[in-house]
């Protein structure tokens, strides 16, 4: 089946620098990926679609400025959080659709951010 | 507004017995309704879409336009479906397929 990979797993920062994290389809590609977040026993929020070759479309009270992202192959969108702080701390989730195959998405096993 | 709700945040049953998992929508049109599921240390996936009518590891669904519900249900839970289980619509000819998914509801399958 198909397959979505997160670079890094797990990543900690301090307070104050950026940190970007990456979602690959590696066996499709994907004109469309999504990237949720999701808290501690919570359900996943859907933060912002991202658009191979257009600007991502943000989910209303997502700051586009504090979530960077690049959609710049089929193959692989970038979120960055930038000047990070402690209540960005989460579980970032990606996922990918394959409008080509089963109009299915296919979701990232997640990054744990840690800003300390 | 659209909205989604799985009104049970915990379900717990005993090994045999039948297991329904609620999920009642509010959406604008006719939506697509899913059922995604997360095991343990495992990411999310996708478990049937009302759609396809299928059957996938014994659990159905339903699509009820009537009482806007999609509910999840299994006549013989067992121990393995233990996991947390969230009800997702879609709007119906969205090519960006965007997902907004209700609270979850963690089942547990006691022995």
């Known amino acids: 089946g198909a397959v979505v990979s997160q670079h890094p797993s797990r990543v900690i920062c301090k307070s104050g620098t950026s940190v970007k994290i990456e979602c690959r389809s590696l066996?499709?590609?994907?004109?469309?990926m999504f990237w949720y977040r999701q808290f501690p026993k919570q359900s996943l929020m859907l933060m912002a679609t991202?658009?191979?070759?257009?600007?991502?479309?943000?989910e209303q009270g997502v700051e586009k400025d504090k979530f960077l992202i690049n959609h710049a192959s089929l193959t692989l969108s970038t979120l960055t959080v930038t000047s990070a702080h402690p209540e960005d701390s989460s579980f970032y989730i990606c996922?990918?659709?394959?409008?080509?195959?089963?109009?299915?998405?296919?979701f990232g096993p997640g990054t744990r951010l840690t800003v300390t | 507004a659209q909205r989604v709700t799985q009104p049970e945040k915990l379900l717990s049953v005993f090994k045999g017995a039948p297991v329904e998992l609620k999920c009642n929508y509010s959406?604008?049109?006719?939506?697509?309704l899913f059922w995604y599921v997360q095991y343990s240390r495992q990411r999310l996936q996708l478990l049937l879409r009302?759609?396809s009518r299928e059957s996938i590891k014994g659990f159905t669904a339903d699509l009820n336009k009537g009482e806007t519900s999609f509910h999840l249900k299994k006549p013989f839970a067992q121990e393995e479906d233990s996991a947390m289980y969230y009800c997702?619509?879609?709007?119906?000819?969205?090519?960006?397929?965007?997902?907004?998914f209700g609270r979850g509801t963690q089942l547990t399958v006691w022995p």
């Open positions: 996922s990918a659709h394959d409008a080509g195959g089963a109009d299915e998405q296919y």
């Open positions: 066996d499709f590609q994907a004109t469309t």
């Open positions: 991202s658009n191979e070759g257009s600007k991502a479309t943000y």
């Open positions: 959406y604008s049109g006719s939506p697509e």
């Open positions: 009302h759609i």
């Open positions: 997702a619509p879609r709007r119906r000819g969205s090519t960006l397929g965007r997902l907004y």
